[in-house]
């Protein structure tokens, strides 16, 4: 396999993933019923998951970390 071109990319833990949305998620949906801006806790969780599925924006980083994380349906016996 050649990897001319393309930029190798390490795969995050699903199960890392996953914690980072759960935490990112739950922190904001606390803040959200506050009306609060996002805390510092946040806002670095939000960082890591940009930084673990190589993104800029939390948005998109969201979408990938659930793509991620989401159990394979490919087994073989």
Known sequence: ???RG???RLIPDPAYLRRLV???E???AEEAA???????????????LCVS???RDVRPAL???H???RPCLNTRD
């Open 6 to 8: 393309a930029s190798p």
């Open 1 to 3: 396999m050649s990897l």
């Open 53 to 55: 599925t190589g993104t």
């Open 34 to 48: 506050m009306a609060a801006e996002p805390s510092p806790q946040a806002r670095d969780l939000a960082y890591t």
């Open 63 to 65: 979408e990938t970390a």
């Open 67 to 69: 793509r991620l994380s």
């Open 22 to 24: 759960d935490a990112y």
């Open 26 to 28: 739950a922190l904001r």
